[in-house]
């Protein structure tokens, strides 16, 4: 006991740490507003699953780690409240928590704490081993990883140590009996041949005492210069995570005349970036999967926030006194604090402009983060910055994107053509049957691509079959504007969105049924941003419908030889947890075996086009459709199921460029349901 030094330590360590987490927090105020406390409840439940439950550790390819992770975390929750314990007895000897001395619940803890350290031990050895031994390619395996996990290991000894030597000192203490590692620390002294008197234990008791608290406390204060910060800023980032599908974007509100158009400088993405910049724990989970990070491409998502974290850092005074100037109302002096930045732009310089064109939006990182950093609407922010104010695209989009303005397509199809190919199909429109309950909207693939007509040809006469009352808009059908969007076009997005809401509203559309993930998740998640409220249904939960309700029987078997393999496409399974509907129409029909690719369901592998990608030239790296291909050939399967028209296309491509054609089929699952019942898959 030293109440003087006790309390000199304690002012330095939390004026310091006061000043360190300033330095980190108050530069988020100069960054762009956006709200994140509404739904509290669910908010704070999202603490408790990903937070405290650790939700995401246990993850297939992950599982040694994330042991590892969760016998640390949880130990700490535990023994760290032993630390207001010995700072209470750094000012009055013996102290103890209220209610902890003597009582039941000290012996519980005492025992809780002595359990919890044995975790953390374990964890970190477990952890040290991965990283040192191991050493997943995932990882970055840095020096300061491992002396942060020796630093953890070594504040557990000192407690272990202090608490032995404490029971040597003061025998008969009740929490004796039950705190295993510190009694089993005691005996070794006393079968050493010392006592409490001695005086090896009196300086072992000294240094176990404010070794760990010195520890502990100088460890709190390095957390906001390591990527250890997360484990302050983590269950705020939780807190603050989007409540939404995370196949949603953030809508543009270009009415408002302070609306960031896309973000070129740190301080224009919105604070909630910032924070997941600070949360980033560095675990290389998100790219553990990512296809632009595994095909080579420039890309790494962990990188990425790493990356612009170091460049907010490195902005901090200057925006610690544009903060300064906004509390005090002066914004012309805030402007010209932060223009007054002379390093290196964000865009194109921090972040390469190959960086950001090559991610696929296919949601791996933010479905599999375990503290829930959004990426994806990250790298969408830079990509509007590239697309509508510095005109930095692929040159292939220039074209695409006057095929949307022309076209609405695209392909540059005329528009048309669109419906030219239902013309003998006895498929009727809005005008010709008005009282319709669904809109069949068929999409720009399913409109113009061959492989993908006879896709929608397949599903109409399905519907037809099952008695359904539809009607497809024909040549007043536009582009969703789904993919205009995720490559940065946001203006021409939202102008093909609000018109095709203002056209279907005019018609009566109540109810959507699609074949195309990216059509149903923008419709779904994204159209009522702009006041298109719809019920939306994906082909593949149409069919189960019709199965369940026994509109159409699936009696037929399968009539190709050797087992099929579904691929699951991102935007139905990650982005709309819709797994298991088209596995579940596909265990209905007779015969099939069905295989699994290595990567199924929550980490399955992008076919490669999503995120505007199929529409732009892969020169860097390996080919993801490939990859994509050879992951599914691996199963031992020569029959290719997917959902998706988007992957039928990319995976269909991989094919025919490793000259497969004439071994390998790829079919859309509506096909498959349609040959059992009718005898016929469609090629």
């Known amino acids: 006991m030293n109440p003087v030094v006790m309390g000199i330590l304690l002012f330095i360590a939390l004026t310091t740490l006061t000043w360190s987490l300033g330095r980190r927090i108050i530069p988020l105020f100069a960054m762009k507003p956006e709200k994140r406390w509404d739904r509290p409840y669910e908010r704070l439940c999202k603490i408790v699953k990903f937070g405290i439950g650790q939700a995401r550790f246990l993850q297939r390819f992950e599982m040694m780690h994330g042991i590892a992770h969760l016998l640390i975390f949880w130990g700490f929750l535990v023994v760290n409240i032993n630390n207001f314990q010995l700072i209470g007895r750094g000012f009055v000897e013996n102290w103890s928590l209220p209610g902890f001395h003597g009582t039941d619940l000290g012996m519980v803890y005492a025992f809780l704490k002595n359990l919890f350290a044995l975790s953390v031990i374990i964890g970190v050895l477990l952890a040290l081993g991965r990283r040192v031994i191991l050493k997943p390619e995932r990882m970055l395996l840095s020096v300061e990883a491992n002396l942060i996990l020796l630093w953890i290991f070594s504040i557990e000894v000192a407690d272990i140590i202090y608490e032995g030597t404490l029971f040597m000192i003061h025998p008969g203490t009740p929490d004796q009996g039950v705190a295993f590692l510190s009694d089993g620390f005691m005996r070794i002294l006393f079968n050493l041949g010392y006592t409490g008197n001695s005086e090896l234990v009196h300086s072992l008791n000294t240094f176990g005492f404010w070794g760990h608290l010195v520890m502990a406390l ?8 390591c990527k250890q910060f997360h484990e302050i800023t983590s269950f705020f980032n939780l807190f603050f995570s989007d409540l939404e599908s995370r ?12 609306t960031i158009f896309g ?10 970036r910032g924070l997941d910049m600070h949360t980033c724990a560095e675990c290389g989970r998100c790219h553990a999967n990512c296809p632009a990070h595994m095909s080579e491409k420039p890309l790494s998502p962990m990188h990425l926030i790493m990356d612009e974290r170091e460049h907010l850092k490195k902005k901090t005074s200057l925006m610690i006194q544009a903060v300064y100037h906004k509390a005090r109302k002066q914004s012309s002096k805030v402007n010209e604090t932060l223009e007054s930045w ?15 064109w090559s991610c696929t939006t296919c949601g791996h990182c933010i479905a599999i983060c375990p503290l829930l950093i959004e990426h994806i609407p990250n790298i969408i922010d830079l990509r509007r910055y590239l697309v509508q104010l510095a005109g930095r695209i692929p040159q292939e989009l220039s074209t695409v994107f006057k095929n949307w303005q022309n076209m609405s397509n695209p392909w540059g199809m005329a528009s048309n053509a ?11 429109t809005p005008k010709e049957k008005p009282d319709f309950e669904y809109l069949y909207y068929v999409g720009c693939a399913g409109s113009f691509d061959d492989r993908n007509k006879k896709v929608a040809t397949t599903f ?23 993919t205009a969007r995720r490559l940065g076009n946001e203006y021409l997005g939202q102008s093909m969105i609000q018109e095709n809401i203002r056209v279907w509203n005019e018609t009566g559309v109540k109810k959507i049924v699609t074949a195309c993930p990216h059509c149903y998740n923008t419709i779904r998640n994204e159209y009522p941003q702009f006041g298109g409220h719809y019920e939306v249904v994906h082909h593949t939960e149409m069919i189960l419908k019709f199965i369940v309700e026994g509109k159409i029987g699936l009696t037929l078997p399968f009539n190709h030889e050797g087992p099929i393999v579904y691929h699951d496409p991102c935007y139905l399974s990650r982005h709309n947890n819709t797994y298991e509907t088209p596995r579940k129409v596909l265990n209905v029909i007779p015969d099939l075996e069905i295989v699994e690719p290595n990567r199924n369901r929550n980490i399955s592998f992008c076919c490669g086009g999503g995120g505007g990608r199929m529409w732009m030239e892969e020169k860097i790296g390996r080919r993801i459709n490939h990859m994509r291909c050879e992951q599914l050939l691996d199963t031992g399967s020569k029959v290719f199921v997917t959902a998706c028209p988007y992957c039928l296309i990319m ?33």
């Open 218 to 225: 100088a460890f709190l204060n390095y957390l906001p210069y």
């Open 247 to 258: 196949g949603r974007l953030i809508k543009q509100d270009f009415a408002n005349k302070k």
């Open 263 to 272: 973000v070129c400088k740190v301080e224009e993405f919105s604070w909630k």
């Open 342 to 356: 002379t390093g290196e732009t964000l865009t194109g310089e921090v972040i390469k402009d190959d960086a950001i």
């Open 418 to 428: 669109r419906a030219d190919w239902f013309e003998s199909l006895g498929v009727e």
């Open 460 to 482: 109409v006469r399905l519907m037809q079959k099952a008695g359904v009352n539809f009607v497809c808009m024909g040549n007043d059908e536009r582009c969703c504007g789904e």
């Open 651 to 683: 995976l269909d491509d991989a094919i025919k460029e490793k000259f497969l054609e004439d071994e390998v089929r790829i079919f859309d699952l509506v096909q498959i349901a349609d040959g059992s019942v009718a005898g016929v898959v469609s090629s």
